[in-house]
């Protein structure tokens, strides 16, 4: 028989991605998402992770062996994201608790871990890069940490085991997410093509010059269940990323030649793109009706403030992938691939012209 895994988030970057390995992998999977999506191979669970009466119900009956959590919902401050994402989580896990049938979870997080949270992103004394794990949480509230607590408390009580991932900016699909930078720059370069507005890197210097790295969603959900099948990588908390390191000043330009653009030259002054583009929802209408794309919204295809963000962030980061190498996951993905790869995929879907 199958395994049986619950993947929580898959109308989501990372849920999807992970659903789709799953499902490769032989696995049954059953979906949660508060409006699923249609996907080959995955049982869809309508729920609200929010709602703890109605998420029992919808799940009752199911009972993974693995469970991968890769949601979270924003809130308007950090008090609000560590209360409310912490009762997602100790929802889903209390939910689950009677069937007795969960030996390991996976919980998505992120270098937040090490940044801090949005209100004191990259702010304050951070740890030095490249970020590892042993180098643990920051003095300060994060709901990443309150995320961490809930599954270590319910690992404990029902015995099951447990992995912490920690992407850097995930590039992937998806329609309807809050942290999209792949999609947030493919729209941005549409734009800049169909005005003549000059393609512009809307971040810091330090982002220009310094190195970065970045998680492909597929590494991502390729990591997620290594750990969930690997002893050695039961109840451990991991950094994973791409495996190269790049500079945005090399990136940028190959961005911009897959859509046909000259990059604008950069002259050391942050251009957000949440100003950019903020008045740019008619003019996406238009391009969505001209070229026959399914999503004329543009809310649910950009997020600029989180890709300001990260393009904005006054510290180099680069991330350590040590741990998971000694433990036997070699997996790789070069980030250029990965950005051209999903802007095609973005053409073939129509989400793009």
């Known amino acids: 028989m199958a395994k049986t895994a619950l993947v929580v988030g898959t109308s989501g970057i990372v849920g999807s991605a992970t659903a789709e390995r799953l499902v490769a ?45 890769a949601t979270w919902s924003r809130q308007s401050t950090e008090a609000e994201n ?76 029902d015995g099951f085991g447990w992995s912490v991932h920690r992407p850097h900016t995930i590039i992937g699909k998806a329609v309807g997410n809050a942290m999209n930078m792949g999609t947030t720059l493919a729209v941005y370069a549409t734009l800049c093509k169909a005005t003549g507005r000059p393609f512009r890197f809307p971040g810091s210097a330090m982002q220009w010059n310094g190195l970065t790295d970045m998680t492909d969603a597929r590494l991502l959900a390729r990591h997620l269940l290594w750990a969930a099948t690997t002893p050695a990588a039961r109840n451990q908390d991991f950094n994973v990323v791409n495996g190269d390191v790049f500079r945005w000043s090399w990136m940028w330009e190959r961005i911009a030649r897959w859509f046909g653009l000259e990059p604008a030259p950069f002259d050391g002054t942050v251009q957000p793109l949440e100003a950019q583009m903020a008045d740019d929802a008619a003019l996406w209408r238009e391009i969505a009706a001209r070229d026959g794309l399914v999503e004329a919204d543009l809310g649910r295809l950009a997020s600029p403030w989180h890709t300001d963000a990260d393009l904005g962030r006054p510290v ?17 993905q070069p980030t250029e691939d990965a950005f051209l790869e999903l802007f095609a995929q973005l053409r073939r879907e129509r989400l793009i012209p």
Do not use: C
Not at 117 to 126: I, T
Not at 316 to 332: A, H, I, N, Q
């Open 316 to 332: 180099e980061v680069v991330t350590d992938m040590s741990k998971s190498r000694r433990l036997g996951f070699t997996s790789y």
């Open 25 to 69: 992998e032989g696995w049954a999977v059953h979906g949660v998402a508060r409006r699923p999506a249609p996907q080959d191979g995955v049982l869809p669970i309508a729920a609200d992770l929010q709602d703890a009466a109605g998420l029992a119900a919808a799940l009752a009956g199911v009972r993974p062996e693995a469970v991968f959590i």
């Open 82 to 157: 560590i209360r409310v994402n912490a009762a997602m989580v100790r929802n889903l896990l209390d939910a689950l608790r009677a069937a007795g049938s969960v030996r390991h979870v996976g919980l998505v997080t992120g270098l937040k871990h090490y940044l801090g949270p949005f209100e004191a992103y990259g702010k304050g004394v951070l740890p030095q890069t490249p970020f590892r794990e042993e180098q643990g949480r920051l003095d300060i509230e994060n709901f990443y940490y309150a995320q961490e607590d809930e599954v270590f408390a319910a690992a404990e009580r």
